[in-house]
């Protein structure tokens, strides 16, 4: 299910920054006491009483017409609307500013539900501060001190109060649902333009549960398919939002969705650091993923040339040795139909389940093999194994010292399993745990 959005907004300064790294728990944000530092949106997942959530740090919105507070206001216009719920920040210290109110007449228009709260309440003598706030028109100030960490949670609840329950699309267990993603200008959209316009049997177009994301499903050789499209960027003006931080949001929320994740590449640009950023996010969720190398037509090659691109994938996406790869033109239409067989096969190997008796018989013939090396004097024994869950297979080896069960072998058992038993598009996860447990 596709969590909801929150963005913190307000002008710079107040402490939008902050507060986001409390709630988050990290430093992700710079903080710094200098207005617009935070200059564009900042992205991270967060959970408060058992709500999972999307967090958006905005740059700060000013009064002015430099060219940069311009494009912070334009920066803090798009996460509004990316929001479902926002949490207007501002200072406590200083009153409500013209600049304040130019922000609460932004979130008048966006009618998206607000919670308002007014940061650098430090001690309970300065809660009285909060009372001019009342005229901003959004209900009940609540008091906060990020650098105290105090309020947050008040302020928490009365943001989780907003999140609805909204009902998602159900899909029968046979359907395979698998979203496209990447950076800007991969081809996304004419990937599934092309992939949708192929197919004559559409069965329907049915609106996602967020506003950027469509669902389309269709058959294909008798087999169902939904794919989950996300909206293309947004103009604004003369500007373009083209900061590629706007396509990890999207991104995280069609992975939510998805069984299977085709990661786009651009033949014509080759790798780029968000591409494996973009990656991680569907390695880390657990979905089996394709690499899918778009624009394949533009590309002067050889005999070798496919080899060589496929060679800097491996060097580059090393975390995702288990994906295969396959060289695609949307326009074109070169091996899109080689798809379909390979978004199959890894949704079966991403619900695949082993038995145990032939699990640790492969496994604990291995290890009879190739024993672990000894640690402090003591070496690890594999008593068991097991596998505990699918979508990623997820497998737990029980051993006599889980400190004993170092990565380098936990590697080799991965290996093992997956010579075996393939597992080709999935991740897989693995898990030490005592005999005793």
């Known amino acids: 299910m596709s969590k909801p959005t929150i963005a913190i907004v307000g002008r710079p300064n107040v ?35 058992n709500h999972e959530f999307h967090l958006i740090d905005t740059g700060g919105i000013e009064i002015g017409d430099a060219p940069l507070l311009q494009q912070m206001r334009q920066q803090a216009e798009i996460a509004i609307e ?11 210290r200083e009153g409500i500013t013209a600049a304040d109110e130019e922000v609460a007449s932004m979130l008048y228009r966006s009618k998206k539900p607000v919670v308002l709260g007014v940061n ?15 005229a901003l028109g959004f209900g009940d100030p609540y008091p906060l001190s990020g650098s105290h960490g105090m309020g947050i949670g008040d302020l928490l609840d009365a943001v989780v109060a907003h999140f609805t329950e909204e ?3 159900e899909y029968d267990d046979e359907t395979i649902c698998f979203s496209v993603i990447g950076r800007p200008n ?15 049997v559409i069965v329907s177009n049915i609106e996602g549960t967020t506003r950027d994301a469509i669902d389309s499903s269709f058959t ?88 060589e691109f496929e060679g800097k994938i491996r060097d580059e996406f090393l975390f995702l040795d288990y994906a295969p790869i396959i060289f695609v033109s949307a326009k074109t239409k070169q091996r899109l139909k080689e798809l379909y067989p ?13 038995q145990t008796n032939i699990l640790n018989d492969v496994i604990l013939d291995a290890v009879a093999m190739n024993p672990a090396p000894s640690k402090y004097g003591r070496r690890l024994k594999v008593n068991y194994a097991t596998q505990v869950a699918v979508a990623p297979p997820t497998f737990i080896i029980f051993v006599n010292d889980t400190e004993l069960f170092h990565f380098s072998y936990e590697r080799f058992i991965e290996n093992t399993i997956r010579k075996a038993f393939g597992f080709k598009g999935t991740p897989i996860k693995i898990f030490a745990r005592k005999k005793s447990e």
């Open 15 to 49: 402490g939008k920054s902050t507060i986001f790294n409390r709630i988050v728990g990290e430093r992700i944000s710079i903080v710094e006491d200098v207005p617009g530092v935070t200059r564009d949106r900042i992205y991270s997942k967060a959970e408060w009483l």
């Open 186 to 200: 991969v081809g996304k959209s004419s990937l599934v333009n092309a992939i949708l316009g192929e197919e004559r």
């Open 220 to 307: 294909k050789d008798g087999q169902e398919y939904v794919i989950i499209d996300t909206a293309g960027m947004r103009k604004r003006g003369k500007v373009y939002e083209t900061v590629e931080k706007y396509s990890v949001l999207r991104a995280l929320k069609a992975i939510e969705r998805s069984d299977v994740v085709l990661v786009v590449l651009n033949a014509e640009e080759g790798i780029r650091e968000q591409d494996k950023r973009i990656a991680g996010y569907a390695h880390e969720a657990g979905r089996a993923i394709i690499i899918v190398v778009n624009k394949w037509d533009a590309i002067k090659k050889n005999d070798k040339t496919m080899k």
């Open 82 to 92: 990316e929001a479902d719920v926002i949490i207007f920040m501002v200072n406590g």
């Open 167 to 169: 009902e998602e699309e």
């Open 120 to 134: 650098k309440i430090d001690n309970f003598e300065m809660r009285e501060y909060i009372y001019d706030f009342y």
């Open 342 to 354: 390979m978004i199959n096969l890894v949704s079966e190997n991403h619900h695949l389940r082993v």
